[in-house]
């Protein structure tokens, strides 16, 4: 039996369509279709794009005929979360503000996308403005986990994870800015990248926190990780933050074994999640640890003594830049308005309409931490932890080559779950936020699914502009374990997991 | 660190934020009590600690050449505006 | 609002105001300081804008590099402290013309510190300190127009939203109204020399605030300050800043307190006003901007510019003193701007004559200036002509009236002033029988005073030579006609 087409790699799928073994026309209906039958029940998009999808397909099925060299993501379909900027496509950031709102310009990624010949196929839900860990604060819908329909996907990048994990596109992008993009990756089963701060454009990014943002890639596999990376990472004149030291990533390289590698495992910072980290992600852990070590791998114990201080630090400095950054939603230029009385009041009714309360809370809280008196106590404080945050993170991969941790304290929990107390919600950011705060490339992928069948990811860390290596990492362990080639039983027809 | 509803009015002024008064007490607690988690950072020595605004280091000013590259979004911009007059945005009176 | 006491002589006697202005310099660049939208001014509404200057959600912002260089020529040119890093920090308020909610400024950590302006107040030098300058980007225009009570609203422009600004902002050291015109007048004219601000506060380009205090001579702590806005021309500048002072201290002198405050001045009514707000105290929760790189210069870069600076106004004046022997006023006049100082120089150079040149573009030209409101680039005579002109009067060519003469025929005319001499008959009357003639016919015209100067009364003369020159209209050569006149009044009276 072969496989069906949408559980192919986008590797495979863009290699046959630039042989002309297959259309992209045909790649894109088909997943097409697959998001028919499952976005539905799974709330994965906030906007389709079906129509433009296959006219874009088309039209590289047409410059393949004329003879035209096809780019590296032929005819591959890739979602986009929706606070990235396609021009005239409805971009709401899962927020009411911005309801209505068609950006006229097209973000960095979207271009370096379109250059490689990918196909985008929509707008995927998320937690408003990119806050949460749940997609729980979508203003619009909740998305579903593939694996578990009563559980989350993570978020915030929540549709963009679950759109991988239920093979409704190969590839897609989220954000990530303390952890956006590898916390859903792990609670979906999937791989996610969170790029070093500077590798991949922020133009045409809606900017959450200006200085942890990032964009990175949802993939099935390392090597389809690498590939999507490597066409959108790069500088970008238009992003003076971006830099040039982010190249494409060889995938002959991630082929390469682990003899000799010095893997990091900070084992401190799993005392920090104490009682809140799951026996199945400890179990989880422990044993990559075997396999790496089997694998040819020297095990070096690291430390990183600042990074408990990491969930204070990222709460004073995201809010506040976020309370900056979302000044502009004040009903003048675009989305929503609310009509009251003098300008003041339709200030105060469009962000009290237009915002969740998730997004108010962190408004308030950096407006709080930026406000006189209190900068340098809070803001600027935090500022210097991030200093010595980042340097833990350099001297351990001084003496080693990547890091080992946690991505999660646990798999996806409940919908509805842990909405209530905030801070609880923030706790568990306690394995994503240091890799952010330091701007360190950090990868999140599959090792294997806990009793009741949820995915368990873990995290690689790796040294600034050097994807490549925690790819390679994982890809060894992807080699010998199937947790990322399983897909939920959703994604293939007729129920029941494929391989 | 104990906010109060008189904290959250002021900060919500600020940040031209309505909230419901049914909201303040709530809000207060919650930012209460992120306050006090943050504390923590009050324990540690950063004296003599440069802060980090952003990790993008040691790249060379990215400066744009001062040449005219004229955009074409205006009139999507305007049609996308909640309320125009002619080309221009319009808004409530000032004061 | 009933206009306030106002100080007598007395009361201003024992008080000292305390003048701090800050200036806002649009700077010349083609583009605006984070996008490459075009800055040309008056241009339709919002046809100068992108994503980035409409803060669009997602947009970043990209330094022009022109805008640093034309800060730092101003920090230069004034002697400040270039930084070698300085750092843009966000100034959060809320306000339609500003459409990020944020403006990218400077804070804690601005371009140039220090540095200090030279100015010169009845006829003594003074030196105005500044703290320091740094860039920030302009905000668009709110145009209000005039509506019924509680119907009116506001337009909002964005052309201007994201314009260069450098701001000035002095030490308190500037004393009165007047000082305050000076210093603005030489800050503008050093920023026109620079070629980095066009200097035109019409159109917005410098824009002023002042703050004012007044405290009791001797005491060296300030007095409580206010803050006058809607500054539109430096004489509103210097008249707000008189009528503070002296409804500061006639208020302290009635008991009163200043109040910190913001005023508004009414330049049709001739009075500051409290600022009508319903805005809380302002806290702009500044935090350095994470979307912009810190700006760091190289010393080589710096020096280059340091290298290529022009002359500024006060070395240019130091130098026409010097190399011209002409009076520090004159140079004053021609320094007014740099290309007035080069115009006077050519004249100066081809006429060979440094002081005439000189009275010749103060009195002449200005005058002409001044009710054409040309500036001296447009003005139709250039400097080669006048300079020939200005040659021929200091030879003797033609007459000082002849010369006013040909100047006239100039200003309409592209001839040079020989070729006008000649065509409209203009020139002297240098032939001595000519001259006798004129003179016998002068003094036979005049016998009276031709007789009072034959007794003795050497007054007449000047009479007399006055008469022969109406008479020639002017073309006279006036050595040779006095000397004829004196020849015919020592013969006999025929």
């Known amino acids: ?499 | 660190m104990p906010i109060d509803v008189t904290v959250v009015r002021k900060i919500a002024a600020l940040a031209r934020l309505r909230i419901e008064p049914s909201e303040e007490e709530r809000y207060a607690r919650e930012l209460g009590g992120i306050l006090g988690f943050v504390e923590q950072l009050q324990a540690l020595d950063v004296s003599g600690i440069e802060p980090t605004s952003q990790v993008t280091e040691g790249a060379r000013p990215a400066l744009r050449a001062d040449v005219v590259c004229p955009s074409d979004v205006r009139d999507e911009a305007l049609q996308g505006a909640p309320e125009r007059d002619g080309d221009y945005f319009k808004v409530p009176q000032v004061v | 609002m009933n206009k306030p006491a106002m100080a007598t002589d007395a009361m201003r006697a024992k008080y000292e105001p305390v003048i701090g202005l800050e200036v806002h310099a649009q700077l010349k660049t083609n583009t605006k300081i984070f996008c490459p939208c075009a800055t040309t001014f008056g241009a339709a509404a919002n046809t100068q804008v992108c994503p980035v200057c409409l803060g669009l959600p997602g947009v970043l912002p990209v330094l022009n590099e022109r805008a640093v260089e034309f800060a730092v020529m101003t920090g230069l040119a004034v002697g400040a402290t270039i930084h070698p890093r300085s750092i843009f920090a966000r100034k959060n308020y809320f306000y339609p013309d500003l459409p990020k909610g944020y403006q990218i400024s400077q804070y804690d950590r601005p371009l140039c510190e220090g540095g200090a302006v030279d100015i010169h107040v009845g006829g003594e030098k003074k030196r105005i300190g500044l703290v320091r300058i740094h860039l920030e980007e302009d905000a668009g225009k709110s145009l209000h127009p005039e509506g019924k009570e509680g119907v009116s609203t506001t337009r909002v422009d964005l052309n201007r939203a994201g314009v260069p600004l450098i701001e000035i902002v002095s030490e308190p050291d500037i004393r009165s109204g007047e000082e305050a015109y000076h210093y603005l007048t030489k800050l503008k004219q050093i920023v026109v020399y620079l070629d980095v601000c066009d200097g035109n506060m019409e159109e917005g380009s410098l824009r002023c605030d002042a703050n004012v205090s007044v405290r009791p001579r001797g005491q060296a702590a300030f007095g409580t300050k206010t803050e006058i806005k809607n500054l539109n021309s430096f004489r509103y500048v210097e008249k707000a800043i008189a009528y503070e002072i002296d409804r500061q201290i006639a208020l302290i002198e009635s008991g009163g307190r200043v109040v910190q405050e913001t005023l508004l001045w009414d330049s049709a009514r001739n009075v500051a006003e409290t600022m009508r707000s319903k805005e809380e105290a302002h806290d702009y929760r500044y935090f350095p901007e994470p979307d912009l790189l810190p700006v760091d210069l190289e010393a080589s870069w710096v020096d280059v510019l340091r290298k290529t600076l022009p002359e500024l106004p006060d070395a240019l004046r130091e130098r026409l003193v010097r190399e011209q022997g002409i009076p520090d006023y004159d140079a004053e006049v021609l320094t007014e701007t740099r290309a007035l100082a080069a115009y006077y120089e050519e004249v100066a150079t081809r006429s060979g004559h440094a002081k005439l040149a000189s009275n010749w573009i103060m009195t002449e030209v200005n005058a002409v200036r001044n009710k054409t409101g040309d500036t001296i680039e447009s003005f139709p005579i250039r400097a080669d002509r006048l300079g020939d002109l200005v040659a021929m009067v200091a030879n003797g060519r033609v007459s000082g009236t002849i010369a006013k003469k040909v100047f006239e025929l100039m200003l309409t005319s592209a001839d040079g002033p020989e070729a006008l001499v000649q065509k409209h008959g203009l020139l002297p009357i240098e032939d001595d029988a000519a001259l006798r003639d004129l003179a016998l016919e002068v003094l036979a015209a005049n016998p009276g005073p031709a007789a009072e100067f034959r007794a003795g009364k050497e007054r007449t003369f000047a009479f007399l030579v006055g008469q022969a020159m109406k008479q020639s209209r002017g073309r006279a050569h006036p050595e040779k006609l006095q000397a004829a006149l004196r020849a015919v009044l020592a013969e006999e009276p025929a």
Request: aromatic share 8%.
């Open chain 1, 1 to 499: 039996m072969s496989t069906p087409l949408v559980l192919e790699s986008a590797e495979a799928l863009a290699t046959a369509v630039k042989k002309g073994e297959r259309s992209a026309a045909d790649v894109t209906r088909a997943f097409l279709a697959q998001a028919d039958r499952t976005a539905p029940s799974l709330g994965t998009y906030l906007h389709r794009l079906s129509d433009s999808a296959l006219r874009d397909a088309e039209a590289i099925d047409r410059r393949r005929a004329k003879g035209e060299t096809l780019g590296a993501l032929a005819g591959v379909p890739v979602a986009l979360k929706d606070n990235i900027c396609v021009r005239g496509v409805p971009t709401t950031c899962g927020s009411k503000i911005l309801e209505g709102y068609r950006p006229p310009y097209d973000a960095h990624v979207v271009e370096r996308l379109r250059a490689a010949d990918a196909v985008i196929v929509g707008k995927t839900n998320c937690d408003e403005f990119a806050m949460g860990s749940s997609t729980e604060n979508s203003a619009f819908q909740v998305t579903r986990n593939p694996w578990n329909l009563d559980c989350v996907p993570g978020g915030s990048s929540g549709g963009s994870a679950a759109t991988v994990a239920a093979c409704e596109a190969p590839l897609s992008l989220g954000s990530d800015t303390g952890g956006s993009v590898r916390q859903p990756a792990a609670f979906c089963g999937v791989y996610g990248l969170k790029p070093t701060y500077g590798a991949v454009s922020r133009y045409g990014l809606v900017a959450f926190a200006s200085s942890l943002d990032q964009i990175g890639p949802f993939a099935r596999s390392a090597r389809d990780t690498a590939l999507i990376q490597s066409a959108i990472c790069g500088r970008d004149a238009r992003d003076t933050t971006s830099r040039g030291d982010a190249r494409p990533i060889s995938l002959d390289a991630l082929e390469r074994d682990l003899t000799g590698f010095r893997l990091g495992v900070p084992r401190s910072i799993l005392e920090e999640a104490g009682e809140g980290l799951a026996p199945s992600i400890r179990a989880a852990f422990e044993g990559a640890i075997s396999a790496y070590e089997r694998a040819g791998a020297k095990i070096v114990d690291v430390a990183l003594p600042h990074a408990r201080y990491a969930i204070a630090t990222y709460y004073l400095i995201a809010p506040a830049e976020a309370s900056s950054n979302l000044a502009r939603y004040d009903g003048v230029r675009y989305g929503l308005r609310h009509p009251d009385g003098d300008l003041r009041e339709m200030y105060e009714a469009t962000r009290g309409a237009g915002f969740g309360r998730e997004v108010k809370r962190r408004i308030l809280l950096g407006t709080y931490a930026l406000s006189s008196g209190y900068y340098d106590a809070y803001y600027l404080r935090a500022q210097k932890v991030r200093t010595l945050i980042r340097k833990d993170f350099l001297d351990a991969l001084a003496v080693s080559d990547s890091l080992l941790l946690p991505i999660t304290p646990t798999p996806a929990f409940k919908i509805g779950e842990k909405t209530e107390d905030p801070l609880a919600m923030y706790l568990n950011d306690i394995f994503s936020i240091p890799a952010s705060l330091a701007g360190v490339p950090a990868l999140s992928f599959p090792v294997s699914f806990d009793a009741s069948g949820l995915p368990i990811g873990l995290q690689l860390v790796g040294r600034p502009f050097d994807e490549e290596t925690m790819l390679r990492v994982a890809r060894a362990y992807e080699r010998e374990h199937d947790a990322a080639s399983r897909a939920p039983a959703i994604a293939v027809a007729g129920g029941g997991g494929a391989r």
